[in-house]
């Protein structure tokens, strides 16, 4: 029988206990200890099947409570766990002492620090208590937010409610993925309702057919940071039972599932999140009295719409669109997440119009007072009637970036095209390399061993004996056996065998044997089944008797992706060997909770995109945390961090156009690496039974890797690059209402008009005893000379005539224009280097409140051309 419905009775706590309260309501004990073995305590059982404070608490008998609550050794435990908590939540932390030395500078230093960052997201994966994740993405915006706490940074984050989260990943007798949607019900998670007053706030969006959305608003406390999360999910989107309602049956159910539906229900959920997440944040800060964020971070395009809800904002205050949006930008920042083509969102435009303009009358009535077709041209890109999310948070965002450095080069390259007329190289598009949440993702072993202080870890772990580092490591893989072994059972179990064909299950793997880790989502480009191009030879290192080598797999297929789908069973049919199945596991329904054993108890950490699909990855990160070396192909972030010392490069085939042969490669050279280099490594032994060499790439990677692929270093990253500055952007475009937007706003107005007229009608030079005196004739239309900026490019030149590693010369204006009318611009310039040289001169927009010379995306070069000095 199912229940119709559900409710969750909460038994009051004793007095004593009270403190459990915000101890299980704040997400805080996802990374905190003690503050887990409380309720470990509590009930051993439950805690261990749930890992859930809250479940914890609902299921304990109260008897069980009552007895705690007289256990004076509990109750002190209690409290020391909940000052601790209040604590962490005052402390200034690194942020409020960065603030405290940028403020003692000078006197509008202060502009800096932003009172208040606005983190967006689709997706958070903070705990398996909130399964409001996918994978990689989510993974990441929880980490960001756990920094950000530790660090103090005054951050909120805002995403959507999914009543079922993503699909939780079963698998049939036959091996085929299947999908299952369990209803997550926020009373029973670690969420407040959002009220003003005893009233909910609820936020409305205007739809096609005069309907209108509306989302109540869940707020978890991650840490110290507030994370709103809207729900549509409630009575006031029900049908109109007298049917003048069109189209809002499905309005209910926008936020049933993440990543779930159809372009339009995507279409929606993004409108929702952009639009009605800033609405939300609105009403929290006006509730709470916090400060507003002046900072708004759109992690990946599907949080675009933010921008333009704050353009109509400011635009209802009675700025001009221009005005508005040079607020917004210089404000706003953007983070690309794929090179993959088919991960970035676009929608066909009329979907789009539907919504922004569904009358057609041109203002649009979801962003009230904003001209649809301005709106709809931010997402312009080379396909007519595509209205792209990327290039929108490019051109809404001032700052901009990559998760990786590999991946900033590649996205300056993907979208090279917003900034025509400069090279990829200087396409404003930087990079901050993903991190992971070390309190998070270091286990339990390794950060008792450093007292759980992630600073003085490098040390501690450089100072350790190889048998305490070995030994360390041996009990987590042992861990992490005995894990598997459970989970294959329970997934044989699903599958419809019996007890009894499964007595296998029981005694698979070997706490002993070099084991190598895999999981992430089944994309095609992570190439899930590349270990499988020679199943022969992949058998041989499997089941060799000396060496032996087992094998955890683990990864999610999007439920549309039957590719995805058909690489898996792949892989679950060739673990069934009997033969094999002792030594190679599929476990389903990769989450957090699985994936915290795997990081800890894997050797190996073996990670093949196609370079250079990956834009970062971070889950060898998570394994090196833990001292796993990873054994990647150089993508994303290994191809910046991998030294020799902290792991293997699998050789790349990049380049080769037939992608079979390429896999045959690539396969090919992972093999030759596993055979001759890694299984020797892990089994070359000591006296002791200590692989001393192996232990020693453990202690680099612990050491030297460690600090680098933390959140934190991250998150400061994020600060000192991009938040501060955006934070100082927007005092100067808004101070004295607006007057710096309103110039910028108006210069970009004048400069892209009067671009076509920028011509570089001549350029001379003079040879000097030390140098080159360069002069250009340049015809500004009605430009002034102060108005743009001339410079000198010079350096090395190749025989195509490409200029490399340049330097570049500001040019002055001379006080007088030539006979033709041109303003004429000289400098003189010492070449830095000698050889073949070249130089070339080009013209540039200048404002002060541009951010990057490429910003705007207007350039003149000379035509052809420039001279070649000797
Ligand atoms: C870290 C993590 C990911 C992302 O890993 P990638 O290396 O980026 O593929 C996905 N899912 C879970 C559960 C994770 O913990």
Not at 104 to 110: E, P, R
Not at 211 to 218: E, F, G, K, N
Not at 713 to 729: F, G, H, K, N
Request: contains cysteine.
């Amino acid at each position: 029988m199912k229940a119709h419905r559900r409710f969750t009775v909460r038994v009051p706590l004793p007095a004593e206990l009270a403190a459990l309260g915000p101890l299980s309501q704040n997400l805080r004990w996802a990374w905190h200890a003690p503050t887990q073995d409380l309720f470990a305590t509590i009930d051993p059982d439950r805690w261990s099947a749930t890992g859930d404070p809250l479940r914890v608490l609902a299921d304990t008998d109260p008897a069980r409570l009552t007895e705690l609550a007289a256990d004076a050794a509990f109750v002190a435990r209690v409290t020391e766990a909940h000052d601790s908590l209040e604590q962490y939540l005052a402390a200034p932390q690194w942020f409020g002492r960065y603030a405290a030395e940028l403020t003692d500078g000078s006197a509008d230093s202060g502009d800096r620090i932003p009172p208040g960052i606005a983190y967006f997201s689709m997706e958070f994966g903070i705990s398996e208590v909130l399964p409001i994740y996918s994978g990689g993405l989510g993974i990441l915006a929880g980490d960001h937010l756990k920094a950000a706490s530790d660090l103090g940074l005054p951050l909120i984050g805002v995403g959507l409610f999914y009543r079922s989260g993503y699909f939780r990943q079963g698998l049939d007798r036959d091996g085929w993925q299947v999908e299952r949607y369990p209803v997550n019900d926020p009373g029973e998670r670690p969420l407040s309702l959002l009220t003003d007053g005893d009233t909910p706030v609820i936020v409305e969006i205007s739809m096609p057919g005069g309907a209108t959305l509306s989302a109540q608003v869940w707020v978890a406390e991650v840490g110290r940071i507030p994370l709103l999360l809207l729900d549509s999910d409630i009575a006031l989107n029900d049908p109109d039972p007298f049917g003048q309602q069109p189209g809002s049956a499905d309005l209910r159910s926008v936020t049933d599932r993440l990543y779930g539906g159809d372009q339009e229900h995507r279409i929606v959920q993004e409108i929702l999140l952009g639009i009605g997440g800033v609405r939300a944040l609105r009403e929290y800060v006006r509730i709470t009295g916090r400060p507003a964020p002046t900072v708004f971070h759109m992690n990946e395009g599907h949080a675009g719409f933010l921008g333009v809800e704050r353009i109509r904002e400011l635009v209802a205050t009675g700025l001009d669109f221009d005005t508005a949006e040079a607020v917004v930008r210089a404000s706003n920042i953007f983070t690309t997440h794929t090179p993959v083509p088919a991960g970035i969102d676009r929608f066909p435009t009329d979907l789009l119009n539907r919504y922004l303009d569904p009358d057609g009358a041109g203002r649009s009535r979801l962003l009230p007072g904003l001209p649809a077709s301005t709106v709809a041209e931010l997402g312009d890109e080379a396909d007519p009637g595509v209205f792209n999310m990327a290039h929108m948070g490019f051109r809404l965002g001032q700052r901009s970036n990559g998760v990786s450095q590999l991946h900033g080069a590649v996205s300056r390259e993907m979208f090279a095209d917003l900034w025509p007329g400069f090279d990829a190289a200087d396409v404003p598009i930087g990079a901050v390399t993903n991190g992971v949440h070390g309190p998070t993702w270091v286990s339990r072993e390794w950060r008792d061993l450093a007292s759980g202080d992630e600073d003085s870890a490098p040390e501690v772990y450089a100072g350790l004996a190889a048998a305490t580092i070995w030994e360390t490591h041996e009990q987590l893989r042992a861990d992490l056996v005995d894990e598997v072994r459970r989970r294959a059972h329970a997934s044989g179990r699903e599958r419809g065998f019996t007890d009894a064909e499964l007595g296998w299950a029981a005694d698979i793997f070997d706490p002993a044997a070099l084991t190598i880790g895999f999981a992430r989502r089944a994309a095609t480009y992570k190439r899930l089944t590349l270990m499988l191009r020679d199943p022969d030879r992949m058998r041989a290192i499997l089941t060799d008797p000396e060496r032996p080598v087992q094998l955890v797999i683990a990864g999610k297929a999007h439920p549309a992706d039957d590719g995805g789908k058909a690489l898996i069973q792949q892989v679950v049919r060739f673990t069934e060997d009997p033969e094999l199945r002792d030594r190679i596991v599929f476990l389903p329904d990769y989450d957090i909770s699985m994936a915290r054993h795997i990081y800890a108890g894997c050797d190996v950490w073996l990670n093949n995109p196609v370079r250079p699909m990956e834009a970062c990855g971070t889950s060898g990160m998570k394994s090196a945390l833990n001292g796993g070396l990873n054994l990647s192909i150089l993508d994303g972030w290994w191809d910046e961090m991998a030294d020799g010392e902290n792991g293997w490069a699998i050789p790349s085939a990049e380049g080769i156009a037939d992608e079979n042969r390429r896999d045959d490669l690539e396969a090919e050279a992972l093999y030759t690496l596993l055979e001759d280099t890694v299984i020797p490594l892990f089994y070359r032994r000591d006296e002791n039974g200590l692989p001393q060499r192996w232990i020693e790439m453990m202690r680099h990677t612990l050491t030297r890797l460690g600090p680098q692929v933390l959140a934190s270093r991250m998150v400061r990253d994020y600060t000192t690059e991009l938040y501060c500055p955006a934070a100082q952007a927007y005092v100067a475009a808004s101070a004295d209402s607006y007057a710096g937007a309103r110039d910028l706003a108006a210069y970009r107005q004048t400069v892209e008009t009067g671009w076509s007229s920028v011509l570089v009608a001549g350029v001379d030079d003079e040879q000097l005893e030390d140098g080159l005196c360069v002069t250009a004739h340049v015809a500004l239309g009605d430009l002034a000379p102060d108005a743009v900026s001339v410079q000198v490019i010079l350096g090395r030149v190749t025989d195509d005539g490409d200029l490399v590693e340049p330097t570049v010369v500001e040019m002055r204006p001379a006080p007088d224009r030539d006979a033709s009318g041109r303003a004429v611009f000289s400098a003189h310039v010492t070449p830095p280097v000698s050889g073949h040289l070249g130089y070339t001169v080009r013209v540039l927009p200048r404002h002060p409140l541009l951010s990057h010379e490429a910003e705007l995306g207007l350039v003149r070069f000379p035509a052809p051309a420039g001279a070649v000095a000797g």
